[in-house]
Structure formats: C-alpha cells, structure tokens
C-alpha cells in the first residue's frame, strides 16, 4: 500500500471535496479510481467491507454505516469498501449519484474516519472527536456592497467554555484601514441547563456530516472547537449557513440562550422577522332596551361581552376565550406541534397589519353599542407592537379579513370531535349475515342510490367508484349514508345491487 501520508492527503482532499455544497457530481467522479489504484484499495464490490461487518447493512445504510465506524481500525478494508461504493454508483446503480442526500453523508463519514487511521497522532481534525470543551466562533460580516459606517459593527468573537463562562467582544469598522476598532463588549456566566444544552448540540452537529456552506461576497466565519482531550477542530464556512439540529437552529440557540443582540454566528443573523406570539383582544358593550325595565330610574340594562385570541410560538397553542357575561366563559385550546408555528411562519412580519384605513370624520357611531380591538404583536427581535382601533370594516387592518380566513380555517379543522357526533354514535356494528349498504349521490342534493360495500372502512363522506349502466362503466359518488341489512330485509334485491369498487 502507498505511504500513510498520502492516504491522509486522499482523504482530507475527497472528505472536503464531499462536504462542500459547492460540489458537483463530476467532481467527485473524475480522478477518483486513479488515485484509489494508485493507493492500493482493492475494488472487490464490498465483499471484504460485509464479511467483516455481517449483518450490519453499513455498507448501504449511512445510519448503519455510522453506528459502526469506529470500530473500523484497517485502513485497507476502509479504502476499499469506499472504493467499491463509488464503484458500485457510479457504474452499476440505476440513476444513483454520489452527492445525493443518501450517499454523500455516507462518503463525509468513509473519508473522515480515514483521515483519523492515516493522520500521525491518531485524530483528525476533520470533524469534531469527543465531547467540546471550548468553543470559539470569530464572525465578519464584511462582504461586497457599500462600505460601513466607522462606528458599523464588523466583526464578533464570542468563546464559551463547558463550564459556562461566556465572552464576547464586538468590533467596528473604524476608520477604514484595516484595523477594527474595539466595540462592546460582554463578559457573563451561564446557567448550567443552557450550557449543557449549548455544548451537547454543539458536540454532536460537528462530529458528524454536514455541507460545508460557501459563497462570494458575502461574511465569513471561522470556529475552533476544543475537546475534552485538548485537542483543536477548526471549522469555517460563509456567514449564510443554516445548521440545524433536533429541528434546532444553532445560530438561533446561541441568540436565544446568551441575549446578547445582532449575534452573527453562522448566518449574520439576517434571517426574515418571525412572529412569536400574538394577542387579540375584541370588547363590544351593548346597551339594551328589555320590555321590563330594570327599575324605575334605569330602563337598559349593558352586555359586557369580550373575545380574547392567542397565537403563540412557544406553547404551540391557540386560544380561544369568550366572556359572554358575568359567570359564563368558554374556552377553547388547540395545541398543534408545528401546526401553530406554520401558522405563524406564514405571517408576513414586515408588514403584519401596518395598514388601516381609519373612518372617516362623518362616520355615525353607534350610541348603544361600541365594538373595540387590540392587537399586540410580539416579534423575535423588533420591540413589541399594540395596534387599538374600532371594530369594522375600516378600523381594522387592511390585512384582517385574509389573517381572520387562515385562522378560521385552523380552528374549523379540528371542529369539535366526535364524542357528540351522531354519525359515531348511532352508528351499529354490523351483524353476521349483514350486508353493508352505502347510499351515494353523483352530485350535490341529487337523488341518492343503494351500493354494497365490501370493506368496512368506508366511511360517509368518503368519495368511491361504482359501476354505472348496463356497460358497466365508473363513475365517482359520495357516501352520504350506511345502513345494514340482512339478506331479508335488504332495500334491494342483494343480486342485483352493485358493488363498490374502491375509494377515489
């Protein structure tokens, strides 16, 4: 086999090569089986790379692959099972490409781990090894466009240790010879919950396979990740990456856990304004004139009624409130994992109810009844917002029919269950010797006719295909009710109904 020193430069240049997002298939197609001959990896389909590791399925599964990759130590077997995957892709898959998101996190995790048995000291600082100790993250902003103000901040370098030590320091642009100038600065502890939290997701994105993220005149960043062991991973990329993990932001985490404002990070933190949560609140007081009067002195009485609305992020939740009169609430609380989130994401924030007409000076109020509305909006980085105004079609925002519609709609999906639904629960259990008779119409409010169904999960409301005509044509029809009958007491003779196809 060649000199360990080459096999490390192989796998150094092939891990960075599988990283970047800039990448193309035939980039890593071209060169490749020259310089694996030239190491002495053997093509042999993966037969060597199975019988060593039976039954494990790593070398077609990433996930496998991954649960096993330590426990390669022959630099021999792990070249030529990476070899014979490239082999295997790139000549007799079907339409498979190395780059795909299958394959590519599979080839990050071969060269890494090569990288590791060919490096001098037995680590590589490829991808992160071990549990992180420190982190530093130095991020510049700087890219092509005008040039900032003196007093514009440029550049972050923000360090943690694991046992919750924090510094930051910020650094403007000055006066435009190179030198940046020291901005704020902010030396603090964290909590230990927020650290481990921190250092944990920290570990793990950067230890295993993630794209490398670059581009063109745009920030950059730079990190170094010290483990536990002493030893450095350097990591860098353009200040546009998205990493996630547990459906986390990284960039995002660190924002929310050290409050420390207009935090770079990987992304320069210039992702779009979300709403986190909103507050609604209607009040109407209506005078009335009952037929009896209260008293002698007074002859209305007021109804004091209120609707609250809240929408938030943190509890995926909605809640409806009405206060309908003194001693009478309803509540209603949808809590939806992701669905409210989606709901919110939906939101344009730049321009969430900016709009509202206002009434006009010769606008007749309503002496007996007033109708009033707060909005508070609370974003994730611009200061709160209350909008108050009157009810109607001119004192709302322009945008309040369309936001009212989506979140209408919302809760109208999960209406109100079952439990009060006669269509459940008058709904018998068919018997032996019953025959399951569907009642559909081919449009809406027209005459309905008897079909049989053989499956019991059909369901009113269901559309199906039936047989029409002496032909025997299909056509669709709603199930609009199911009766069941025996043979004796069948609407219809059993021989000469038709049968349900299937579902549309």
């Known amino acids: 086999m060649a000199d360990i020193k080459q096999v490390y430069e192989f796998a150094v240049k092939w891990f960075k090569k599988y990283r970047s997002t800039k990448t193309s ?12 001959f030239a190491l002495g990896f053997k093509m042999d389909c993966g037969e060597s790379f199975q019988k060593a590791f039976p039954n494990t399925q790593a070398f077609d599964d990433c996930i496998h692959f991954e649960q096993i990759i330590n426990r390669i130590d022959d630099i021999s077997l792990l070249g030529s099972a990476i070899f014979s995957k490239w082999r295997y892709i790139t000549h007799w898959s079907y339409s498979e490409e190395l780059l795909s998101p299958e394959n590519r996190p599979w080839f990050i995790i071969a060269f890494s781990r090569l990288a590791v048995l060919s490096s ?73 919950e927020k650290t481990e939290y921190i250092f944990s997701a920290f570990s793990r994105f950067f230890s295993g396979e993630f794209g490398d993220v670059f581009a063109t005149d745009i920030g950059s960043w730079k990190m170094t990740i010290t483990n536990t062991e002493g030893h450095e991973f350097p990591f860098k990329g353009s200040l546009c990456a998205d990493y996630e993990i547990d459906g986390k932001d990284l960039s995002e985490m660190l924002r929310d856990a050290l409050g420390i404002e207009n935090l770079f990070v990987f992304d320069g933190d210039d992702k779009p304004e979300k709403v986190e949560r909103l507050l609604i609140e209607y009040h109407r007081i209506t005078k009335i004139k009952p037929k009896v009067p209260p008293s002698e002195k007074i002859d209305t009485v007021t109804w004091d009624y209120s609707e609250q609305l809240i929408i938030d992020r943190e509890s995926e939740s909605v809640e409806h409130i009405q206060r309908i009169g003194s001693g009478c609430i309803v509540t209603r609380k949808y809590q939806v994992e992701e669905g409210v989130a989606d709901l919110l994401d939906d939101l344009d924030a730049d321009s969430l109810f900016e709009n509202i007409e206002g009434n006009p000076p010769d606008a007749h109020d309503n002496t007996n009844e007033t109708k009033d509305y707060a909005i508070t909006v609370d974003f994730k980085k611009k200061p709160q917002r209350v909008i108050k105004g009157s009810y109607d079609k001119n004192g709302l925002p322009k945008d309040w029919p369309e936001f009212a519609e989506d979140i209408f709609n919302f809760m109208r999906f999960y209406n109100l269950g079952e439990i009060l639904d006669s269509s459940v629960y008058s709904k018998a259990k068919r018997r032996a010797g019953e025959f399951m008779f569907c009642s559909v119409e081919f449009s809406e409010d ?37 009766e069941y009958f025996s043979e004796e007491k069948a609407p219809f003779p059993i021989e000469k109904t038709k049968h349900i196809i299937g579902r549309e």
């Open 120 to 192: 001098e000291n037995g680590y590589s600082s490829l991808v992160l090894d071990g549990q992180a100790k420190k982190i530093k993250i130095i991020s510049n902003n700087i890219g092509y466009g005008p040039c900032p103000m003196p007093e514009g901040e440029v550049e972050q370098h923000l360090t943690m240790t694991a046992d919750g030590r924090v510094w930051f320091t910020g650094y403007n642009f000055g006066n435009g010879d190179g030198k940046y100038e020291r901005g704020r600065t902010k030396n603090f502890s964290l909590d230990k």
């Open 25 to 36: 298939e035939i980039e890593v197609e071209e060169g490749f089986a020259e310089e694996c």
């Open 446 to 482: 027209g005459k309905s006719y008897y079909y049989i169904s053989d499956e019991d999960t059909i369901e009113v409301g269901d559309f199906v295909i039936v047989p029409v005509g002496k032909d025997e044509n299909t056509a669709t029809a709603e199930v609009v009710n199911i």
